[in-house]
């Protein structure tokens, strides 16, 4: 599991993730803080169902997509996490809406 490494001081923020309030530290990356929140499960594949969570972090398997404030299938080991952000997963946000 994913632990922080001791001694960084960085200022703590908010952002959301299927609106649920998630404590980041500035500087993380949404997939890191998820990770270190305990959130695994990021998308369920098109075909089998499987639930899928990052697994390179650094931009190359493409299973960590999630909807980035209002933008669909973002690669969130490759963005920072910024306080008040929006982040869902997209299956979430089609049950939330109903359109799909
Ligand atoms: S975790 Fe592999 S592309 Fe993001």
Not at 11 to 34: H, M, Q, R
Not at 57 to 85: A, P, R, S, W
């Amino acid at each position: 599991m994913f632990n922080r490494l001791p001694n960084i001081i960085r200022k703590p923020i908010i952002f959301y993730f299927d609106n649920e309030p998630i404590e980041a530290l500035e500087g993380d990356t949404i997939a890191s803080a998820l990770l270190s929140a305990g959130v695994v499960e990021f998308r369920k594949s098109a075909l089998s169902h499987n639930k899928r969570g990052p697994y390179c972090l650094m931009g190359t398997c493409f299973e960590c997509l999630l909807e980035v404030d209002g933008v669909t299938q973002q690669q969130t080991c490759l963005i920072e996490v910024k306080n008040n952000m929006r982040v869902c997963r997209e299956e979430t946000k089609r049950l939330i809406t109903n359109d799909g």
